[in-house]
Nanobody, 123 residues
Framework: VQLQASGGGLVQAGGSLRLSCTES????????MGWFRRTPSSERESVAA????????YYADSVKGRFVISEDNGKNTIYLQMDSLKPEDTAVYYC?????????????????WGQGTQVTVSS
């Protein structure tokens, strides 16, 4: 299984970016996919997740109302639309996939990880 994240870049505060994560090589169904981020001074923190059956979505309080996670089953891809970006959103963003349930916001519940894409928001 491979997860390929893309879409990061440099944007001014208040701007938007859309991250994509495409998976390949899967021989089974994932239960949930999500996005995490990490800064040089912090641990990997949860951002958003989507349950692939039913479509339930979950968001960290810091991004609610600004970020939207979605999926395109036909393309085996999830997206993270990020609007009203703030300098504190600057981080490396990782997509992840979980085979089973559990806490959506725990890195321990995810089995596969993408390589990360850098998002930089200037003030």
């Amino acid at each position: 299984v491979q997860l390929q994240a893309s879409g990061g870049g440099l944007v001014q505060a208040g701007g938007s970016l859309r991250l994509s994560c495409t998976e390949s090589g899967r021989a089974f169904s994932f239960y949930r996919m999500g996005w995490f981020r990490r800064t040089p001074s912090s641990e990997r923190e949860s951002v958003a997740a989507i349950r692939l059956v039913g479509g339930a979505t979950y968001y960290a309080d810091s991004v609610k109302g600004r970020f939207v996670i979605s999926e395109d089953n036909g393309k085996n891809t999830i997206y993270l639309q990020m609007d009203s970006l703030k300098p504190e959103d600057t981080a490396v963003y990782y997509c992840a996939a979980a085979k089973y349930g559990g806490r959506w916001d725990s890195v321990l519940e995810y089995d596969y990880w993408g390589q990360g894409t850098q998002v930089t928001v200037s003030s």
